[in-house]
């Protein structure tokens, strides 16, 4: 048998040096990767902590190059210039001139995020305003940008607050901006979480780690078999609405509300279950947002990591509901403009952010005027829950569509062109598409308690069963897959 040395060499030499769009936790060069990666990961578990750091960040850093190319270099610019300024600011005297030093660093640190993802918005705006004709520049998003420079505005302010002590040292605060399980689309991770534990990594806790396992296969379903399966049908109906009837749209409508939620939830999950088989312990991301009984009880349980971020450096700074209700209402729909923007910069996701905002105030509204003094009973609970999922789904055509026009056109179909009767050839044409969204709905109705036991009968279960659920997930994922593996959605946040 011949074996050819220097295709491989070339085939192993692309790989190291060739960055690649499709780059992410369910692609199985990254799988590989990561495997050759923890298995030397674990071997160090001997050495000094400081080499076991260093190799993290390296594998970190790899992993920025080779989903972003030569742009990863703002990775480690950021990291630096955060960190470098961030001490000197502390070193100023408290008041005006400290809070002036940290007016600076974050300017320095929103920099690179305002120049690649809003320059060309503005230059549209600027356009429209002034009848200009100023051509978009060529810009490439980085991926990831939003998450890792959020992350150090908060390690900015919580030093300048003196929440976080200002004494990181590079090393670990480099290690913090630049773990790869968050690169690309977080969850937004503060200091205060994954920094102390970077020196006492909990590598023989083998709760956490199965812990991690489960997350990781949760992960996989939800992204690799839900997310990606509905995610072909969808992209149809809002790529070509009126070319189907109002019922197929619907269905697009609920599709689309499942797949954002599947991959988006389904990357936190394999995200936090990475870190844990690393030893370290982030925050959940997701706590069953679609049983929300209103849309402040939604924002409390949906992406909690950038809620509670906005919560804490945007609506509280802004006087919170410290001011009375109808600044309330105010601070509530000005951070959701900015939730809005923070996803893209279009005209579409900042009306995804007013339509929001308006139904907090409307929530707000309904509770100063005695909602909450209505009898929590069942029929209550039903009727509370349909109107807050419908609004949600429907919101979410504007966050999905490329423009006005396609929202209002499957808006008007579902109005106007639906039947009942379209329901049976719709199961013949699509049964395995509607059985996934049927699975998956049932899946986001299960209670927390029957998760949470569902998650410590796999914890306490042998490893032979353990390795049994890995296969199958993984042989369903490839069979799903159909060599048709959907990007993450919030790479492109």
């Known amino acids: 048998m011949n074996i050819d040395f220097q295709h491989i060499v070339n085939s192993f030499s692309s790989f190291l040096f060739q960055p690649t769009k499709d780059w992410s ?9 990561f495997l050759i990666f923890f298995a030397i990961y674990i071997g160090l578990n001997k050495h000094k902590k400081v080499s076991k750091q260093a190799y993290v960040i390296l594998f970190s850093l790899f992993f920025a190059y080779k989903a972003n190319g030569a742009l990863m270099l703002l990775l480690p610019l950021t990291t630096l210039s955060s960190w470098f300024f961030t001490q000197k600011m502390m070193r100023l005297r408290r008041g005006k001139p400290r809070k002036i030093g940290l007016f600076l660093v974050l300017s320095i640190e929103l920099l690179p995020l305002l ?3 809003y320059t060309n918005f503005t230059i549209d705006i600027f356009n429209s305003l002034l009848k200009t004709n100023f051509s978009p520049l060529q810009l490439i998003l980085p991926v990831g940008i939003s998450f890792y420079t959020f992350q150090a505005i908060s390690y900015t302010i919580d030093v300048h607050k003196e929440r976080f002590p200002k004494s990181t040292k590079l090393l670990d605060f480099t290690f913090y ?3 790869f399980p968050l690169l690309i689309a977080g969850p937004i991770t503060r200091a205060e979480v994954l920094i102390p534990q970077i020196h006492t990594p909990q590598t023989t806790n083998k709760a956490l780690i199965n812990k991690g396992l489960w997350l990781i296969i949760c992960g996989l379903i939800k992204k690799a078999i839900l997310a990606d399966y509905l995610a072909q049908y969808n992209n149809w109906i809002f790529n070509d609405p009126l070319a189907y009837s109002g019922f197929e749209n619907l269905m697009g409508v609920l599709g689309y509300t499942l797949q954002i939620y599947c991959d988006f939830a389904g990357y936190s999950d394999i995200a936090i279950g990475l870190a844990a088989l690393m030893g370290y312990e982030l925050s959940n991301n997701f706590s069953f947002p679609y049983q929300s ?4 009880e939604f924002w409390h349980r949906w992406h909690i990591a950038l809620s509670s971020w906005f919560r804490d450096y945007v609506y509280i700074p802004l006087g919170g509901n410290r001011k009375g209700q109808l600044r309330t209402y105010i601070n509530s729909f000005f951070t959701m403009i900015i939730a809005g923007l923070w996803h893209g910069a279009s005209g579409m996701f900042l009306l995804w952010g007013i339509l929001h905002g308006l139904g907090l105030i409307a929530h707000k509204f309904c509770v100063n005027i005695g909602l909450n003094k209505i009898p929590n ?6 009727t509370s829950w349909l109107i807050t999922f419908s609004y949600i789904s429907l919101v979410w055509i504007f966050f999905r569509a490329a423009n006005i026009d396609t929202a209002f056109h499957i808006l008007q179909n579902i109005a106007n062109d639906f039947s009942v009767t379209d329901f049976y050839p719709f199961l013949m044409a699509r049964p395995m598409w509607l059985f996934l969204l049927f699975v998956g709905l049932e899946l986001l109705a299960i209670r927390k308690q029957d998760y949470e036991w569902l998650q410590e009968k796999f914890i306490s279960s042998h490893w032979i069963v353990k390795f049994i659920v890995v296969l199958l997930t993984i042989q369903l994922a490839i069979n799903f897959s159909q060599d048709s593996v959907q990007p993450f959605i919030y790479t492109y946040f």
Not at 26 to 32: E, L, Q
């Open 177 to 179: 901006l630049t773990f």
């Open 115 to 117: 120049y690649y993802k």
């Open 293 to 296: 009984l209103n849309l402040t």
């Open 25 to 33: 936790f369910c692609t199985i060069p990254f799988m590989a990767s």
């Open 377 to 382: 009973n069942l029929l209550v609970k039903s």
